[in-house]
Every structure is written in structure tokens, then in C-alpha cells.
């Protein structure tokens, strides 16, 4: 946008002539040649998916990773152990038992020690079994707390890259202690706090991964997190392999946390949305300015930042008061927070709506996956496969994402999974039965793992900057609840888990169809600007 400002400001002995625009001359503080939103100035100037956004997407995104570790670390540290008989119990220890709970005490022993498992050193089996899954429900009610907290500093005091830089300490912290723990209630209570710091992991490195990533190139570069977090579970399997005992498997796991902190993080910048929203306007426009530098790009003179509302009005808004020129330069912070969401009609639907989907998915996720463990062969080798069995899903959903949109996959694929889930539940648990419904499994996570993806991506683009990260903490906080009930439906058995896995997906499909379309569509800063684009945009769709 250009525009002049009226003679009495060129005079001499006007002041505001003399203070430079974010290092610029006079000329182009006084004439401002256009302002910009983000979306703009990465699409006109700096390079939507350079070599800047790479590095620094390639590095925030490795904190996925620390969140995989963190997150599933307990498949191998709370596994059952397999167990013999002692030489001196025969009489009361038979091999063809299909519990330990069968033999009489003393009469057999755990394979590895008691130092191989938590279950092993606790004694979590028989009567007392039902801790096992008390400590993953207490861990994803950490998460779900932590997702919360965090989404909410990150996007107020804190910023993307401070809330990340703090979660990190706390998970390196609490999981070193955790693996100091001397009996089973501090063991939990260290679980517990380590979800409250690996709640904010993921929600922190997605949103600070993608939003210097243009409009075009951002669904993409969304749904490639996930392979970070995938190739952390397939490394946690190795890790696990090599360190047998449960207390050095936490500190094994602990430690890249550390070295994430020290080595990485230095490297990676703030988001230029954040300290935009924040009133930091120099600064976000030194961010800007670095990333067309390594993009071999340039921003012209006389070009700078300016929130949504702002970016369409012309400086003639200026004209009376000349010392409004000086806001380009530090503005007052905007903030927001859940209760502004709410407020709002539009925001409270699609926040209603995606806390409602996140919660069915992870149900189904989760679930799923707490199924495939238990097929009885090689542990370390089943969590690898499963892993690895989700980046198809990845990749699919990647390649469709800005062909169809994010609407109709995320319909698509929870639909997919929901339709081999009821599948799976009408088939018999015996025979070759058994393994079609195995099948039916497989291809219910690879749909799920595809919408997993696909929701965190399609929720950071129904929100505005200034409310964001709180409003994914709030969904996520949602997906957390769902895995805290996961353990209690799976307990039911044979094909009820399946049922209720399959009636959730379905119905996750249903509410997609009631969220707007948000392909192409730019990454809003504030309330305001959502409101008054969504508003331009239904107008012009109805003429």
C-alpha cells in the first residue's frame, strides 16, 4: 500500500523525521511504501519453503522425537518380564501356567532380575496389576495439564521458543528422577510430572516449526512432524534393545533432552508471528530479513510487518497524529487467551469441534496401538514395525493434502479406520480369523495415524496467532483425556475395544464435516483480522 502524508509533517523542524523506520532513511519513514502481514511478506519477498524455513523446521522438529521418547518409553519399562521356574520349586511352579498369579511364591523368578522392569521391582502383577495402567492415566493427565499450561505461556510471556527451551529442562529433569525412584508412588508421581513438561513438547515444536512456512507450503511441512516422532519410537525400540534395565533406560531416554537443549536449540529462531503479536516489531522484522537473506532473497526498502487489520489500511491513517509513525517500530503487545476464543461464534464452533475430534482420535489411535503390542512375538520388534507401519499414512496424506484439501481427508480417514475397526469387531478372536482382525487393526492405525497427523496442521490454521498455541493446547489437552480412558476400553476384550474404536472414528468423520475448509487460506494474526477476513470471504462467496 503507498500513500502521502499532508505538508505539515515535512517541515524541518518535525522530529518524527529524524527517527528512522527499523533502520531505514528518512524517505522511507515518512513514505511507507507497504505493510505486510506475514503470509504476504513470505510469499512476495522472503521465499515460502527456502533453505532458512528447512534448517529450522529439520531442527525444531527434532523435539518430536524427545516427545516419542518420553511418551513411550513405558512399553519397556512397565512390560511384564517373561519368568521361569527355580530349580528348587518344581513342585510348585508348572511352565504350562498362563499366569505368574497360578504358582505359589518362591517358586519361580523373573528372567532378567528384578531390576529389568518396574513391573518386575514393584511387584505390579495379580491384584496389584491394575497400577500399570494408573501410571499411563496418570502420565496422559500430566500431558493433558501440561498442553494447557504451556500453550497458553507460548503464546503470552513465554514465546514458542521459551516454552519449548523449558519443557525440555523440565523433561530431563524429571526423567533422570524418575529413574531414582525408590518405591512405586514416587515412581508415579515422577511420571505424572514428566507428562506435565511432554504436554508442551509437541504443541510448542509444531507451531514454531510451521509458522515461518508460507501458506502454500505449510500443509506439507505440517504433516512432515510426524515423521520425527515416528522415527523417535523406531530409535526408542533400539535404545530399549541395549539398555535392559528400566532405571537406565530413563536416563538413556532423559539424555537427549539435554542434548537437544545444548546443541540445537541455540540454532533455532522465534517465531516471527509471536513477536509480531508481542509488539516486537523490530525484532520480527530482523527475523524476516535473515530468512530472505538465506533464501537469496531481499526485502526492498520501505517494507515492514504489520498485523492482519493492519496490513490492508493505507498510511493515510496517519495523517493525524505524526507520532503514529513511530508504531511500526514497537507496538503495543496483542494478546488472547481461551476466553477469547470463546467469545467469539466463530472460534467457540471450531474450538467445540476440534476438541471433539481430537478426543475421538486418540481414542482410536492410542487404542489401536495398545492392541498391536500384544501380539506375542519380539516386543522391541513390534514397536519397531509399528513405527515404522505409520509413515505410509504420512507420506499419503501429505502427497493429498493440497490436492483435496483438509476437510475431505480428514473425513476420509477416520472413516477409513472406523470402517476396518467395526470390521474387526464383527470377526471371531481364533483362527485365521485372528489374524484378519490383526489386519483390520493395521490398516485402523495407518487411517488414524494419517488423521493424527492431519489434525494438528488443520488446527493451527483455525486459529489466529494470538490465540493459537491455547487453543492446540486445548485440543490436545482433549486427544490426552481420550488415551486416559484408552487402558479401560481395552481391558474389555475380544471385539469390544474394536466396537468402540469403530463408532469413534465414525463419529470423528461426522463433526469433520461441520469444520471450514482452510486450504490456502492465510494464517490469521488476531481475532479481529480472522473475523473481518472470514466475514470478506463469506461475502465474496455469496455474490
Known amino acids: 500500500m503507498s500513500g502521502n502524508f499532508p505538508s505539515e509533517y515535512s517541515r524541518p523542524n518535525d522530529p518524527n523525521l529524524h527517527r528512522p523506520l527499523l533502520g531505514q532513511d528518512e524517505s522511507a519513514s515518512v513514505n511507507l511504501a507497504e505493510r505486510l502481514c506475514v503470509d504476504d511478506m513470505l510469499q512476495k519477498f522472503c521465499g515460502e519453503f527456502g533453505r532458512w524455513q528447512l534448517r529450522h523446521f529439520v531442527l525444531t522438529s527434532m523435539a518430536w522425537a524427545l516427545e516419542a521418547f518420553h511418551t513411550m518409553v513405558v512399553i519397556f519399562a512397565d512390560r511384564e518380564p517373561a519368568w521361569r521356574c527355580t530349580s528348587g520349586g518344581t513342585a510348585g511352579c508348572s511352565a504350562a501356567a498362563k499366569s505368574v498369579c497360578e504358582l505359589e511364591p518362591g517358586s519361580w523368578e523373573w528372567i532378567g532380575g528384578g531390576e529389568s522392569s ?70 508415579a ?110 526485502i526492498p526498502d520501505g517494507v515492514t510487518l504489520a498485523l492482519d487489520e493492519e496490513a490492508s489500511e493505507t498510511p493515510d491513517k496517519y495523517k493525524d497524529r505524526a507520532s503514529d509513525i513511530t508504531e511500526l517500530e514497537s507496538k503495543e503487545a496483542v494478546t488472547g487467551s481461551l476466553v477469547d476464543v470463546v467469545r467469539s461464534p466463530l472460534t467457540r464452533n471450531r474450538l467445540f469441534l476440534a476438541v471433539g475430534i481430537n478426543f475421538l482420535c486418540s481414542i482410536v489411535y492410542y487404542g489401536l496401538s495398545l492392541n498391536a503390542v500384544n ?81 494438528f496442521i488443520y488446527t493451527i490454521e483455525l486459529f489466529p496467532t494470538v490465540v493459537r498455541n491455547a487453543a492446540l493446547g486445548c485440543a490436545t489437552q482433549a486427544a490426552q483425556m481420550g488415551a486416559i480412558l484408552v ?38 494474526d488476531t481475532m479481529a483480522g480472522m473475523e473481518d477476513g472470514e466475514t470478506d470471504r463469506a461475502g465474496s462467496c455469496s455474490v
Not at 497458553?152 to 524418575?178: E, P, W
Not at 509458522?211 to 522415527?231: D, L, Q
Not at 520388534?381 to 505410509?392: F, I, K, R, S, T
Open 487 to 524: 487402558p479401560f476400553i481395552v481391558v474389555l476384550g475380544d471385539g469390544i475395544p474394536f466396537l468402540v474404536f469403530g463408532v469413534c472414528g465414525a463419529l470423528g468423520g461426522f463433526l469433520a464435516f461441520y469444520l471450514p475448509e482452510t486450504l490456502n487460506r492465510p494464517l490469521y
Open 118 to 187: 518396574t513391573v518386575a521391582e514393584f511387584g505390579l502383577v495379580c491384584g496389584q496389576k491394575y497400577k500399570v495402567g494408573l501410571v499411563q492415566a496418570l502420565f496422559f493427565g500430566g500431558c493433558m495439564i501440561g498442553a494447557g499450561v504451556f500453550g497458553h505461556l507460548s503464546d503470552s510471556k513465554l514465546g514458542r521458543k521459551g516454552s519449548l527451551m523449558v519443557v525440555c529442562i523440565l523433561n530431563a529433569i524429571f526423567g533422570c528422577l524418575t529413574a531414582l525412584s525408590p518405591d512405586y508412588y514416587t515412581y
Open 189 to 298: 508421581l515422577f511420571r505424572l510430572l514428566t507428562g506435565f513438561s511432554t504436554g508442551g513438547v509437541g504443541l510448542c515444536a509444531f507451531v514454531l516449526a510451521t509458522e515461518p512456512v508460507g501458506p502454500s507450503k505449510r500443509g506439507i511441512a505440517g504433516m512432515s512432524t510426524f515423521y520425527f516422532f515416528s522415527a523417535g519410537i523406531a530409535v526408542l525400540s533400539g535404545v530399549a534393545y541395549i539398555f535392559r534395565s528400566w532405571r537406565a533406560l530413563y536416563v538413556a531416554s532423559s539424555i537427549p533432552s539435554i542434548l537437544f537443549l545444548v546443541i540445537i536449540l541455540p540454532f533455532v529462531s522465534e517465531s516471527p508471528r509471536w513477536c509480531l503479536i508481542r509488539g516486537k516489531t523490530k525484532r520480527a522484522m530482523k527475523i524476516m530479513c535473515q530468512i530472505a537473506k538465506s533464501n537469496g532473497n531481499d
Open 375 to 455: 501380539l506375542g512375538t519380539n516386543l522391541y520388534l513390534n514397536v519397531l514395525l509399528n513405527a515404522v507401519a505409520e509413515m505410509p499414512a504420512y507420506l499419503l496424506t501429505a502427497l493429498l493434502l493440497d490436492k483435496y484439501g483438509r476437510k475431505p481427508l480428514a473425513i476420509g480417514t477416520q472413516w477409513f479406520s472406523g470402517a476396518f475397526c467395526i470390521a474387526g469387531a464383527l470377526l471371531k478372536g481364533y483362527g485365521i480369523w485372528k489374524t484378519i482382525r490383526m489386519v483390520c487393526g493395521v490398516l485402523g492405525i495407518f487411517g488414524m495415524a494419517g488423521t493424527y497427523n492431519l489434525l
